[in-house]
């Protein structure tokens, strides 16, 4: 049995947490789980996939020193990513994203046949979508 379950957080620092927690939650339909320092800080719970996302603003204090000004700033990470369910619904899915209000960077296809695009959130984060093909799923572990 493994230690770890896999990435189940992720918390990024925003400039506005409700406009951020609506653009998530309608681009990819994530659910207002919890508020912290009077709704500075929302924790958004992902469907179907039991992870937290976690967006707050400079006002709520800092978990540990770290640069507070870093909202849209990406520092060592480049993008973070979220699979859609079904490969026949990725286009619908991109253009659900795109409504939101998302900004297309860049659509490929990832070998072998893995379609996938980068977007900029409001805030400049970078994200990935992207859906396995049935054969590339059952390969997985």
């Known amino acids: 049995m493994p230690v770890f379950t896999g990435v189940r957080h992720i918390h990024l620092r925003v400039s506005d947490a409700e406009s951020a927690a ?29 992870d937290m996302f976690t967006v707050s603003e400079e006002t709520v204090p800092v978990e540990f020193e770290a640069e507070r000004e870093r909202v849209g700033k990406i520092g060592g990470l480049d993008h973070f990513g979220f699979e859609v369910a079904d490969l026949e619904r990725f286009d619908a899915a ?14 490929e296809t990832i070998p072998p046949g893995i379609p996938s695009a980068f977007l900029r959130d409001p805030d400049g984060y970078v994200f990935q979508i992207y859906a396995f093909p049935p054969e590339v799923k059952q390969a997985m572990p």
């Open 94 to 107: 991109l253009e659900q994203v795109l409504a939101a209000g998302a900004v297309l960077v860049n659509r």
């Open 22 to 50: 609506a653009f998530y939650g309608q681009a990819l339909g994530m659910r207002r789980m919890v508020d912290k320092f009077d709704g500075k800080m929302i924790i958004l719970g992902t469907p179907g996939g039991g």
